[in-house]
């Protein structure tokens, strides 16, 4: 799909303020630990080559039980429209693309919309693992070209693990579905969707895709009830299916791979980022790595990746940038943007 005039604004990110290294990490799976006393050593050592592999240092985890998902998505729009000059009362449109939720109804979008003061909207959820934000700002762009009278929508995530991580290990076995859980960290992120540009700096959307490979949609679940579990080896391989994909988007649209200056990627690991870039053949520069800073955000992670990018002032007008996020399902959703501004 490609836009003619569609503008993504600098995003709003909204973070726990408690910090978990490694160390603490290990520490709650410690607490927890009833086996064999005698395995112990053989799961330190399994969690600690797993944190070596992705990188994976610091993890920002939400320990307030009484904050929802929708308090993180709201403090991020908030944050979002403040920075970017954008009033609740200019919405059109807003979509919650998150993982995280506390009731199947209403749309945790509806909770975000009236938490920001609107009185009357269209607001709904998009939930797509990993892929869900990037894919709501798939539809909102594609909105915005359908529906003449919509001009702005908010796209906004919260994502607060709760429950859902496994720090009960008990075996070195568990460590196969249980420990890319232990990578995760919690954030809220919102972008805003128009037709103008934004003032100081926004991407103007030149195309986005989705590609996914249904047959893998057992490897990585969060259930109703239970716990985060993920196949990570079996799930890391279909990282061969990136590449080709990405290239086949970035060539459609006449460029090429070097033409890109920043590639603003999922961090599921460092080591699959990488992973990419070289696949792409491009200069390994040309990719943000955040993975140690935040750990796997899931669908908040490209938001927060394209925040910590603008942090650095490493993006000039005139820039092309690739957005994209692979997921559980398994699923790849892609964005071109050139920055203006």
Known sequence: MTFSAVHLSRPGVALPPDRLDNAQVLGRIRENYRGDPTLWPMIEAGVGLVFEKCNSQYRHIESDQTIDPADYAVRAAKACMEENGVAAAD???????????????????????????????????????CVGQMEALHIASAYL???????????????????????????????????????????GTAWLVRR??????????????????????????????????????????????????????????????????????????????????????VDLAKGILTHHLFGNTSSTTVALTMHQLLKEDRVRPGDKVCLASAAAGFSLVSALGEWIG
């Not at 109804?105 to 693992?129: N, Q, R």
């Not at 290990?169 to 460590?175: G, V």
């Not at 969060?222 to 994909?245: C, M, Q, W, Y």
């Open 145 to 187: 070209g359908m529906y003449p009278h919509m001009s702005t929508a908010l796209v906004c995530a919260g994502e607060l693990t709760r429950g859902f991580l496994a720090y009960d290990i008990q075996s070195p076995e568990e460590l196969l579905t249980k420990a890319a859980g232990l990578t995760i960290g919690n954030a």
């Open 196 to 281: 103008e540009p934004f003032e100081g700096g926004c991407a103007r959307l030149v195309a986005m895709d989705n590609y996914s490979l249904p047959e893998h949609w057992g490897l990585c679940q969060a259930p109703i009830d239970g716990t985060f579990t993920s196949k990570s080896r079996e799930l890391f391989a279909l990282n061969v299916h990136v590449p080709p994909a990405l290239r086949r988007v970035i060539e459609g649209y006449g460029w090429t791979p070097d033409d890109v200056d920043h590639y603003v990627f999922h961090q599921p690991s460092e080591h699959m980022v990488k992973k990419v870039l070289n696949g792409l053949e």
């Open 91 to 129: 919405l059109d449109l807003v979509i919650y693309g998150g993982i995280a939720r506390v009731y199947f109804e209403p749309a945790t979008a509806m909770e975000v919309a009236a938490k920001l003061g609107v009185k009357e909207i269209h607001a709904f959820d998009v939930t797509s693992a």
